[in-house]
């Protein structure tokens, strides 16, 4: 059940991405900004496809190498639930966001500075979501090739909040550096 779980998690993550971007499309926003700004971007669709590969073959028919690092329900119940926390948390930060969501860096038509609601205790808590619930689909599936997937997403994450980061102090200016002073960059 854990498995069925830990897919539903992830399917749900991509869902949610999918339909705030059409909303955002019906609106006239541009939200998909993808690899416009930075061609390594290009490195994250097999990524992902790979990664939902091994996790549906982790998580419904057996472990992708042959072992699980562990058989513990008690953790794979922690992980499923540190999933569900990574979903809620990506739905408010969508939320709070508004129509500033963008899918990759838009210095064109950013749309405005959001300081409040989620992101008022986090300057990144879709990323952070995403840590969320690869985290807890790696404890409820227990398949070590995913905790290399949880690595590899952090590094790729932080190195995506670096670049945008930059292109915010560009962007906003003073306003933005007087936000990374009052708000921790994860929490």
């Not at 513990?72 to 639930?81: A, F, M, R, V, Y």
């Not at 205790?121 to 990323?127: A, D, E, L, T, V």
């Not at 690869?134 to 070590?144: E, R």
């Amino acid at each position: 059940m854990q498995g069925y779980l830990a897919v539903i998690s992830f399917c749900l993550l991509v869902i949610l991405v999918i339909i705030r971007i059409s909303q955002l499309k019906k609106l006239g926003i541009k939200a998909f900004k993808f690899g416009q700004m930075d061609k390594k971007d290009f490195i994250l669709p097999p990524f992902v496809i790979i990664y939902f590969f091994i996790l549906i073959k982790s998580a419904l028919f057996e472990p992708f190498l042959g072992n699980l690092l562990f058989d513990n329900e008690i953790l794979q119940w922690i992980g499923n639930l540190l999933s569900l926390i990574g979903i809620l948390l990506f739905i408010w930060a969508l939320i709070s966001f508004k129509n500033s969501f963008r899918v990759g860096i838009d210095e064109d038509k950013p749309g405005e500075l959001i300081t409040g609601g989620v992101f008022s205790i986090s300057r990144n808590p879709i990323y952070l979501a995403f840590i969320f619930v690869l985290t807890g689909i790696f404890l409820a599936v227990s398949d070590w090739i995913l905790l290399i997937y949880v690595f590899a997403a952090i590094c790729m994450l932080h190195r995506q909040i670096l670049l945008e980061e930059n292109s915010l102090k560009k962007i906003y200016g003073q306003k933005y550096i007087e936000y990374c002073k009052k708000v921790r960059r994860y929490f």
